[in-house]
């Protein structure tokens, strides 16, 4: 199918415990982003990236690690899951040039 | 100061009537903006796109730019139940490479 995948959609993970959440796009987009959703703070951007193995950090990456090996593939681990890391995570897609973001389905996550 | 700020809410208008939402910026050297619209336990999905200062009309949407006083608004005509929904806004950083959103603003439209 086309467009902007996420798995597993809902999780539930012990504290401590290494979590990964996967992100995959079918439209070739050079860019990709994680972010997570919170009450009283919206969408706040974990890491994004620009290309296949260009990543940078946003306004909240502590705790979080990305790679991207593939341009269709993001994922997001958690090292070391925190109660406070517990959110609705979205992963998004765009191409240079254009601002619209592509948001996939999102990752419910409790930490307990 | 945040990058973008929104007024939460919640917002309530009766179905037909005119909703507003502000959205106020830091950055004076922004020059794109952005609504998102998004369903309780859905994602953000891209609704206007606004980038000179004034009106831009799409349908019963219209977002207005004011770079002046750093704010932009969306003005959603003949109101609907399925307007019902958080509207984000967001503006992308001066690289491009990052969005800053709001906080979202919760809209009710009453039947």
């Known amino acids: 199918d086309a467009g902007i995948t996420q798995s597993p959609r809902y999780k539930i993970t012990e504290t401590g415990r290494q979590v990964t959440l996967m992100c995959h796009q079918t439209w070739s987009h050079s860019y990709m982003f994680w972010y997570r959703q919170d009450l009283g703070h919206g969408l706040r951007l974990i890491y994004y990236s620009a290309a296949a193995d260009i990543t940078d950090k946003g306004e909240v990456p502590d705790g979080y690690v990305v790679s991207r090996s593939k341009t269709e593939n993001f994922p997001l681990t958690l090292e070391s899951a925190t109660r406070s890391q517990t959110s609705v995570y979205f992963c998004?897609?765009?191409?240079?040039?254009?601002?619209?973001?592509?948001f996939g389905p999102g990752t419910r996550l409790t930490v307990t | 100061q945040k990058e973008v700020e929104q007024n939460s809410g919640p917002l309530s208008v009766p179905e037909g009537a005119i909703a507003s939402l502000n959205c106020t910026y830091s950055?004076?050297?922004?020059?794109?903006f952005f609504w998102y619209r998004q369903y309780s336990g859905k994602s953000p999905e891209l609704i206007m796109s606004?980038?000179?200062?004034g009106d831009k009309e799409d349908g019963r949407f219209t977002a207005q730019l004011n770079k002046a006083s750093q704010y932009v608004s969306l003005l959603i005509r003949d109101s609907q139940p399925s307007d019902s929904a958080t509207y984000l806004c967001?503006?992308?950083?001066?690289?491009?490479?990052?969005?800053?959103f709001g906080t979202g603003t919760s809209l009710t439209v009453i039947p």
């Open positions: 967001a503006v992308p950083s001066n690289t491009g490479n990052q969005f800053y």
């Open positions: 998004a897609s765009s191409d240079p040039g254009d601002y619209e973001q592509y």
């Open positions: 950055d004076r050297g922004s020059q794109s």
């Open positions: 606004i980038y000179s200062n």
